[in-house]
């Protein structure tokens, strides 16, 4: 029967997704252009016998930035750096090479089987794939990110050989393993398809290149896979770039365009947050020595009960983990959450951590409130310091007022009573406080907290708002010398950044009318309406008494 082998260009299998934020390792794919009859490899009606020329394999292990390479495509292996000027070296990465050919058997396997083969070996019977190792030609990348594995050979007992190449050790900043990567021969050279590598006829230097490549967009990144909070078993996949990155059910960080988000929120108001993490593999944590993720929140309150870890398998099935004592657990306490991973199964998975949190009651209006993430010393990046994220900004603004005599801004008005409403999309509601922090809005007037100032008051505040433009402080009773207005006194905004309105230098003025007097324009302008009035009076009387004159002539 014949059958397809794959087998002449090398190839580099994927079967770690790469996910952008992550530090992730892809080799390259290519296409194979061998042929088998009845099993048997030939080249050009060539056989084994012509090559005998041992073969160099030369690793480049490359480090690229996430917006310079495209992680969801497969590039093609010809011997040529992709992206030549956006990548950088990673040294101190080693790799070990395996002897595969009795599975290859001269090319009755294709590269799946013998890829199924090593995933089946690597679970089940890791001791046989142990004795394939050769032990000889373990290597190690240089300051150029470079190895090379020496003399292989094309042919053994006259059937073409196949190796397959793992990453066995880890440079700083890198960790979870590169792509296996198979390399079956014979092999054509790049960009012909006449010359192989190994043939005796050959006189050229016979060396391989592969380039294994790492993304060093960091190991903590945004959110692929959020859930809600509220209701973690039904996760949902908000991105910055289709959905408002100023609403705090958006966990994500930065906005499309990769700027920092800052967000207006009110006291006590639900935020999303949520961040991406790669898990180090099984050999560096336990349960007795966990993988631990500290969030530094210093002025937020976070609900540690809300936290929530999901994860896609290499079939794309999403996967939920909540919190417990044989995956994970999560406090929060002065300040930071931390989150212990315990399960050995998230090894080199690359997880979604999302989590809610608060601006408490009395946090400073028109202060950023920042939070930033960091990975214990299991891993570092490559100058062995800490991994650290940070996440977006919140803040909160508020505004502050003060009573006034209509007639003149500098007679202050003491007493008197108000509350705060807010009409969106012609809907009203209405503030409840605790003292001048805000709490929550209700729909219902009659539960509205009503601010009473005592007799040696005139000032008042209200914090923990977030910004917007329509605000409404209403005046239900006024200072016994003043008339009520019972009605609204003052619209007002609510900046909280760039140009707060919460200042207690410069209050906001709500104006009272003294009782007994006529309406009052503020300043001079009684007396000039007094003038005005008296004027028209004596014109009047003057008009009619010459008008009576002239009836009685």
Do not use: C
Request: glycine content about 8%; proline content about 5%.
């Amino acid at each position: 029967m014949k059958k397809q082998a794959f087998g002449i260009i090398t190839t580099a299998m994927l079967i770690l997704p790469l996910v952008a934020g992550t530090l992730d390792v892809q080799a390259d794919e290519v296409n194979t252009k061998a042929q088998t009859t009845d099993g048997t490899v030939t080249v050009d009606k060539s056989t084994a016998r012509n090559f005998t020329r041992p073969v160099n394999i030369q690793l480049h292990a490359l480090k690229y930035n996430n917006a310079t390479y495209n992680a969801e495509q497969k590039q093609q292996n010809n011997g040529v750096d992709a992206i030549k000027g956006e990548s950088t070296p990673v040294s101190k990465v080693a790799f070990d090479i395996y002897d595969i050919s009795e599975y290859y058997n001269n090319g009755q396997r294709s590269q799946e089987e013998l890829m199924a083969l090593y995933n089946q070996y690597k679970g089940a019977y890791p001791e046989k794939l142990n004795d394939l190792k050769m032990d000889d030609k373990s290597v190690e990348t240089d300051e150029d990110g470079l190895a090379t594995i020496a003399n292989l050979p094309v042919t053994k007992d006259g059937k073409f050989t196949a190796y397959l190449i793992l990453q066995s050790g880890h440079a700083n900043g890198v960790y979870g393993d590169a792509a296996p990567m198979i390399v079956t021969m014979p092999d054509l050279k790049p960009n012909s398809t006449t010359e192989y590598f190994g043939q005796t006829t050959n006189d050229t230097n016979d060396t391989i290149n592969l380039y294994p490549k790492f993304l060093t967009s960091g190991k903590i990144a945004e959110p692929t896979n959020p859930t809600n909070p509220s209701d973690p078993t039904n996760p949902n996949q908000p991105t910055a770039g289709n959905t408002d990155p100023k609403d705090p059910s958006n966990p994500h960080n930065y906005d499309k365009d990769g700027k920092q988000i800052d967000l207006s929120v009110d006291y006590n108001e639900k935020i999303n947050f949520g961040f991406d993490v790669t898990v180090p593999d099984r050999t560096k944590f336990n349960s007795n020595d966990p993988f631990t993720i500290t969030v530094d929140a210093p002025k937020l309150t976070i609900d540690d009960k809300t936290v929530v870890i999901t994860y896609k398998d290499k079939e794309g099935t999403l996967h939920t983990v909540k919190q417990d004592s044989n995956s994970f657990d999560a406090k929060f306490e002065n300040g930071k959450l931390v989150i212990k991973i315990t399960d050995q199964s998230l090894a080199n998975q690359d997880i979604t951590i999302s989590y809610s949190a608060t601006v408490p009651s009395g946090a400073n209006p028109n202060e950023k409130l920042t939070s930033k993430v960091t990975l214990d010393n299991k891993v570092t990046d490559n100058e062995g310091n800490p991994i650290t994220y940070d996440l977006k900004n919140v803040y909160t603004g508020g505004n502050n007022f003060q009573v006034v005599d209509a007639s003149n801004d500098n007679i202050k008005v003491n007493g008197g009573s108000f509350y705060l409403q807010k009409t969106v999309d012609g809907s009203t509601k209405y503030a409840k406080l605790d003292g001048q922090n805000f709490t929550g809005w209700t729909a219902n007037k009659n539960e509205a907290t009503i601010i009473k100032l005592t007799d040696n008051q005139s000032v008042f505040a209200i914090k923990g708002l977030k910004d917007g433009s329509n605000y409404e402080v209403i005046q239900t009773a006024a200072n016994k010398d003043y008339v009520n207005p019972n009605a609204l006194v003052n619209k007002f905004n609510v900046s909280g950044l760039i140009t707060p309105t919460y200042n207690d230098g410069t209050p906001e003025l709500i104006h009272n009318v003294k009782k007994g007097i006529l309406p009052s324009t503020g300043g001079t302008g009684i007396a000039l309406f007094l003038t005005v009035g008296t004027l028209l009076m004596g014109g009047s009387y003057l008009w009619f008494r010459r008008s009576k004159d002239s009836a009685e002539v």
